[in-house]
């Protein structure tokens, strides 16, 4: 697996630079622009790991690469800064891991509606072996893997009713993530699926377009979708893991040393960027609660009602996404439940 090799690598490289002069290591580093892009405001989830990132890669470089952050889609949406980086005229983007699909078809299976029981099990797959094969698959396609953060679990929002049971969701316009499963489970659920980019979401609730869509609570709290919609049902329908991905053309101009320090402040700006937001949850919830959203949330009868309607879904899309994938996700998460 590729992470695992390059850290190998890195590691020999760097145990040789310290053995020659501190000076030969520093020789490694050129000067760098890197351009990292995130569809969210500047108050999204995934800013206090971009910030972080910057930081470590500065100053670990000696100032040598700069790191210059994008927000609000201004380096195209989410699909568009897939081709620009597999293009190499943007160096790195952060986005949810499920837009990445289209790329390897394997990382849909982080679209499957509850996958994961808690936290604890979601850090240990997608940090473990199980989630650095998936980002190497994207290797052949341009791209290169560096790390998961994430956007968490995601919740229904819309501007019609108060949903209680799964009933409430039926015929209800719901935007969703452009890919099939996403379409599939909320069509599933008796509502209509519109898929439709990010950016263009908060017009769409505006203009009545659409009746709802469905994010974690900190996007629906930073995006002040609480303007343009009433009500949310705390459903934890799905974890998002959103991937840190960077242009393999940037990547392989990158000496090792730069490699190691790009590789280990993704990682390590994952753990800031997790625990800025998990410790948001409430907050953002309080946000939601004050500007006049109704929170509702879903009885044990209607979460088993729900993972019913699901399993079909999953059956689905298992020979899409791979049953060899599949199998391998569903027999870690068993060996962790043991």
Known sequence: MKRLFIKTVLASVAVAAVGVSGNAAA?????????????GADTHPSVPGMKKFKELVEARSGGKIKVNLFFNGAL????????AMQGGTIEMSVMNTGILASV???????????????????????????????????????????????????????????????????????????????VAWVKALGANPTPMPFPEVYGGLEQKAIDGQENPVAVIASS?????????????????PQSVVMSKKFWDSLSPAEKKIVDEAADEAAKTQREAGRA???????????????????????????????????????????EATVNEVMAELAKMRR
């Not at 020789?27 to 622009?33: N, P, S, V």
């Not at 609480?226 to 705390?234: G, N, P, S, T």
């Open 27 to 39: 020789q490694d580093i050129k000067e760098r622009t890197i351009k990292f892009g995130t569809v």
């Open 76 to 83: 195209g949406s989410d699909q568009a800064s897939v081709t």
């Open 104 to 182: 390897a078809k394997e990382l849909a299976v982080f679209d499957f509606p509850f996958l994961f029981a808690n936290e604890k099990e979601s850090d240990a797959l997608v940090d473990g072996p199980v989630g650095r094969k998936l980002h190497a698959k994207l290797e052949e396609k341009g791209l290169v893997g560096l790390s998961y953060w994430e956007l968490g679990y995601r919740h229904i929002t819309n501007s019609k009713r108060p949903v209680n049971k799964v009933e409430d969701l039926e015929g209800l316009k719901l935007r969703v993530i452009p890919n099939p499963i996403n």
């Open 224 to 240: 002040k979708f609480y303007e343009v919609q009433k009500h949310i049902v705390l459903s934890n329908h799905q974890y998002n």
């Open 280 to 322: 948001a949850l409430a907050a953002n919830l309080d946000i939601l609660k004050k500007n006049g959203m109704q929170v509702t949330q879903f009885a044990p009868a209607e979460v088993t009602k729900l993972r019913e309607k699901m399993k079909p879904v999953i059956s689905q899309f298992t020979a899409n996404v791979g």
